[in-house]
């Protein structure tokens, strides 16, 4: 055995601690450690150091402390449950809310976890070819209630399955990577749904309540055993550059779920699922309406998708706390049901109001345009039927559609119309089997122009030349809040010392 003398004991230290602050703060304060200790004196000689982990990415706030989930225990083997490794990890890091914010990193790796909470000025950053793995044993995860703004569970009476990410009353939280996967593993879930032998609504892959400055970003969901993405009762959200991935017969399995929330920012996502690749939504029935809680000031941009049985947007079913300021631009849509729904039905009340969708790339499609006033799910028995929804203000302009069944099926409620519809420079190309009347409506009220082919009579022509700024935006319109938000550009950095 070898004794090291004070000297070497002294500096010996001092490598270790260099190596931890580097662990959290990166290259820079590392390498001004080694250049101070150098400059000390005694014959030190300066180390070289090799970075292990480097990347750069963007965020609405950057982090100066990080910590890998393996420094809690984690093991990225597929098997090893690694639930208390997160929670501690996110435990550990919520210390520096106050002091620059906490970043955790998830290597290469297969994680199995079951649900875990986040915290406040906290980024969740996944490597690219790391995986979350939501544990496939239904009896550990936990059950919270149900939403208030619902009142009732959406698969059973009772509560709900917690989200394997979650979080809740939260400020400035980050869940993004290089395109990292969360896989849901859904498979079991939705095997004891179709069985009917659930008696909690199933969980959802990331779930963040009450919150308010929301990035989810640059990463794949797979496999959800429901709802994908659910921002609920927040604003200031952006979700962004996601890849949502499910077999088209899978139940339920919504890809963005934007509900009772302000202020929001979808852009560039790719979804394929089973249900609505957006679904907007404010609480089912009176439990929404005394909620009272309406999303508004919504972007939609640049969004892809293919779900064969639903919509690429849909206004509701759950609406009932209103709807209002949606602003959709830059759809495509292949193999879907319809391009947008508005589903709702008597009993629901709140309002969808103030839908402006320009531009959308549709291919072969049941329905082009497809509004709703007979959706009848209900939460319970104790719905209002004199609750009625208020449907106006709903635009549509620069529409391209090939290979279609049916242009547009429009039906509002009997004694409650739904006015105000502006559809213009739509051209559809009818299916070779399509149906004989492209167009149906009842109980609705609009106008349209350049419409091929020619929509129904509720819909009075304006004439064929489309009016320039004809259902689009009011030029005095001011734009939404949240496209003023600027992404800072964020880096990660480890490094190895020779």
């Avoid at 994680?111 to 950053?125: E, P, Q, R």
């Avoid at 998708?305 to 609406?319: D, R």
């Avoid at 609705?444 to 129904?456: A, D, K, L, R, Y």
Wanted: glycine residues 10%; negative net charge.
């Amino acid at each position: 055995m070898f004794l090291l003398s004070a000297e070497q004991m002294m500096i010996k230290a001092m490598a270790m601690a260099i190596h931890q602050v580097q662990q959290l703060v990166g290259v820079g304060v590392g390498v001004l450690l080694l250049l101070l200790l150098n400059a000390g004196g005694g014959g030190v000689e300066c180390r070289k150091g090799r970075v292990l982990e480097s990347f750069d990415y963007s965020a609405i706030n950057c982090r100066a402390h990080s910590a890998s989930i393996e420094e809690f225990g984690g093991v990225g083997d597929g098997v090893t449950l690694n639930t208390r490794a997160f929670q501690a990890a996110v435990d550990h890091l919520s210390r520096y809310a106050s002091d620059g914010g906490g970043q955790l990193f998830v290597p290469p790796g297969k994680w199995l976890t079951g649900s875990f909470n986040l915290t406040s000025h906290f980024t969740l950053y996944l490597h690219r070819d790391a995986v979350l793995l939501a544990s496939q044993d239904i009896n550990s995860w936990p059950v919270v209630d149900p939403l208030p703004s619902y009142g009732h569970g959406r698969d059973a009476a009772g509560g709900r399955y917690i989200s394997l990410i979650f979080g809740t009353n939260l400020t400035d939280v980050i869940v993004t990577g290089e395109n990292g996967t969360v896989d849901g593993q859904g498979d079991v879930w939705w095997q004891q749904f179709h069985r009917k032998k659930l008696k909690y609504t199933r969980p959802y892959l990331i779930e963040i309540m009450h919150s308010d400055n929301i990035q989810i970003s640059n990463l794949t969901f797979l496999n959800s055993p429901s709802w994908n993405v659910h921002p609920v009762y927040s604003s200031n959200i952006i979700i962004q550059g996601l890849t949502i991935l499910a077999p088209v017969t899978s139940p339920n399995t919504d890809g963005i779920n934007p509900d009772s929330c302000t202020n929001t920012r979808i852009e560039d996502n790719y979804i394929v699922s089973g249900d609505d690749c957006v679904a907007v939504k404010s609480g089912w029935d009176e439990y929404g309406i005394s909620y009272g809680m309406p999303t508004k000031q919504l972007i939609i941009r640049r969004l892809t998708c293919i779900s064969p049985y639903s919509a690429a947007i849909a206004l509701g079913s759950e609406m009932s706390g209103g709807i209002q300021d949606v602003r959709a631009q830059d759809i495509t849509a292949l193999n879907t049901e319809s391009g947008v729904r508005i589903k709702t039905g008597v009993g629901r009340g709140g309002y969808v109001k103030d839908i402006y969708v320009k531009g959308m790339n549709l291919h072969t499609m049941k329905w082009v345009f497809w509004i709703t006033g007979n959706y009848g799910s209900h939460a319970d028995n104790h719905y209002d039927p004199n609750a009625l929804p208020e449907i106006k203000g709903i635009n549509y302009r620069d529409i391209m559609a090939e290979n279609v069944s049916m242009a547009a099926r429009l039906e509002g409620i009997s004694g409650d119309p739904f006015t105000g519809i502006c559809i213009s420079n739509a051209t559809i190309g009818m299916a070779r089997k399509a149906k004989k009347y492209p167009w149906s409506c009842s109980e609705v009220e609009g106008i349209s122009s350049g419409v091929v082919p020619t929509p129904c009579g509720l819909l009075a022509s304006q004439g064929e030349e489309t009016q320039p700024t004809m259902c689009d935006l009011p030029s005095d319109t001011p734009p939404t809040p949240i496209d003023s938000i600027q992404l800072q550009k964020c880096s990660y950095r480890t490094m190895n010392y020779l």
